[in-house]
Nanobody, 125 residues
Framework: QVQLVESGGGSVQAGGSLRLSCAVS????????VAWFRQSPGKEREGVAA????????YYHDSVKGRFAISKDNAKNTLYLQMSSLKPADTGIYYC??????????????????WGQGTQVTVSS
């Protein structure tokens, strides 16, 4: 049984930083594509960052390039999202996702099989 459990969300002022974690069980993060998505109120879920299996470089949404960094600890089987210079527009529920099973774009939510329950990130101005 595959489980993804996010943690690390919270409230922070603009300009602050947070690090999200996604502990994965039942699937090796070193062998499958993993990603972070977010959903803001009134908006569709959007891809934030991804580390694709076999890929050399991670993918990022244009709005977070230079501010967010996706990483993995294979020994802990954990996915991370380091978020810096946070903006109010980054507010939302952040989800980790794993096992990309189609040729859809990395930021397509339909491309991933397993999802965590989400963790809330709130950035105040």
């Amino acid at each position: 049984q595959v489980q993804l459990v996010e943690s690390g969300g919270g409230s922070v002022q603009a300009g602050g930083s947070l690090r999200l974690s996604c502990a994965v069980s039942g699937l090796s993060v070193s062998r499958y594509s993993v990603a972070w998505f977010r959903q803001s109120p009134g908006k569709e879920r959007e891809g934030v960052a991804a580390s694709l299996f076999g890929g050399s470089m991670p993918y990022y949404h244009d709005s977070v390039k230079g501010r967010f960094a996706i990483s993995k600890d294979n020994a802990k089987n954990t996915l991370y999202l380091q978020m810096s210079s946070l903006k109010p527009a980054d507010t939302g529920i952040y989800y980790c996702a794993a096992l990309k099973t189609s040729n859809d774009r990395w930021d397509s939510s339909t491309a991933y099989t397993y999802w965590g329950q989400g963790t809330q990130v709130t950035v105040s101005s």
